[in-house]
T-cell receptor
């Protein structure tokens, strides 16, 4: 049962344009949603998060939008830069026994073309 | 951000042997640590949650006798893959910190069983 889904395995965007990465979820009990950037053979690096009670959070070039009624969130990167090329994982957190368990999507490989 | 160190970065072992992977939080105390596994081009799958001084909680389908987790101190958790088989070959990643927005990941360990 894949509770967090990223339906696009890859995305290619021109440098300077906007990159939009999408994520869908099924569990309405998730309390936080997070985006991570990952390079091969490395651990994920935290990018930005959003509480389930918010609908938007912005940090520099990164903005995350949450649509609870659609159980959908998206990450916008603008302007896109070559260094943004990586695999992006959407994750959702669920509190269990005092800690927040993270459930990850399958990832989307973003390629920024010069 | 906080630093989580995972060791070794990669390891090759023979079938039937055991391999120990260490996860250390270098500049903070982590009551809770998590172990994930990632197969190529797939999501990070949570294997177990370890709490300092108590038994780990394993996810459904993860064999606790095969993947031994020890969290003996607030800065160290270990994952031992016992009697390793080629199908255990994967990328193993630890996470330190129980709060989703304060979760930090190690750099991962690439295990290859031959």
């Amino acid at each position: 049962d894949q509770q967090v889904k990223q339906n696009s395995p890859s995305l290619s965007v021109q440098e300077g344009r906007i990159s939009i990465l999408n994520c869908d979820y099924t569990n309405s009990m998730f309390d936080y949603f997070l985006w991570y950037k990952k390079y091969p053979a490395e651990g994920p690096t935290f990018l930005i998060s959003i509480s389930s009670i918010k609908d938007k959070n912005e940090d520099g070039r990164f903005t995350v939008f949450l649509n609870k009624s659609a159980k959908h969130l998206s990450l916008h990167i603008v302007p896109s830069q070559p260094g943004d090329s990586a695999v992006y994982f959407c994750a959702a957190s669920l509190r269990r026994q005092g800690a927040q368990k993270l459930v990850f999507g399958q990832g989307t490989r973003l390629t920024i073309n010069p | 951000g906080a630093v989580v160190s995972q060791h070794p970065s990669w390891v090759i072992c023979k079938s039937g042997t055991s391999v120990k992977i260490e996860c250390r939080s270098l500049d903070f105390q982590a009551t809770t640590m998590f172990w994930y596994r990632q197969f190529p081009k797939q999501s990070l799958m949570l294997m177990a949650t370890s709490n300092e001084g108590s038994k780990a909680t394993y996810e459904q389908g993860v064999e606790k006798d095969k993947f031994l987790i020890n969290h003996a101190s607030l800065t160290l958790s270990t994952l031992t893959v016992t009697s390793a088989h080629p199908e255990d070959s994967s990328f193993y990643i630890c996470r330190a910190g129980g709060q989703a927005t304060e979760a930090f990941f190690g750099q991962g360990t690439r295990l290859t069983v031959v």
